[in-house]
Nanobody, 124 residues
């Protein structure tokens, strides 16, 4: 059973940085892809970033380009989301997700496994 555990959220001032971590267990992740999504109160869950475990295919939502960086540590089965120049509109619960496929996707519907989420609050 694949399990994902996020950490690293918190309260930060606008312009600050946070690094989210997603520790994955219970799978052979060489054939998986991972994504970060976020959901603000009253809004739909939205795509943030994608990384394919093998081959390094990476993509970002437009709002994340130039500010956020997704990466992974294969030895630790951990995916990271480095967030810089944070804005108040980045305030949301951030979720790590995994799909048992190498196909690129920005749709939450294509990710089967989800973490519990970690809250990011950016004060202006």
């Amino acid at each position: 059973q694949v399990q994902l555990v996020e950490s690293g959220g918190g309260l930060v001032q606008a312009g600050g940085s946070l690094r989210l971590s997603c520790a994955a267990s219970g799978g052979a992740f060489s054939t998986y892809s991972f994504g970060w999504f976020r959901q603000a109160p009253g809004k739909e869950r939205e795509f943030v970033a994608f990384i394919r475990w093998t081959g390094g295919w990476i993509s970002y939502a437009n709002f994340a380009k130039g500010r956020f960086t997704i990466s992974k540590d294969s030895a630790k089965n951990t995916v990271f989301l480095q967030m810089n120049s944070l804005k108040s509109e980045d305030t949301a619960a951030y979720y790590c997700a995994a799909a048992r496929t190498l196909a690129h996707s920005t749709s939450a519907n294509n990710f089967l496994y989800w973490g519990q989420g970690t809250q990011v609050t950016v004060s202006s």
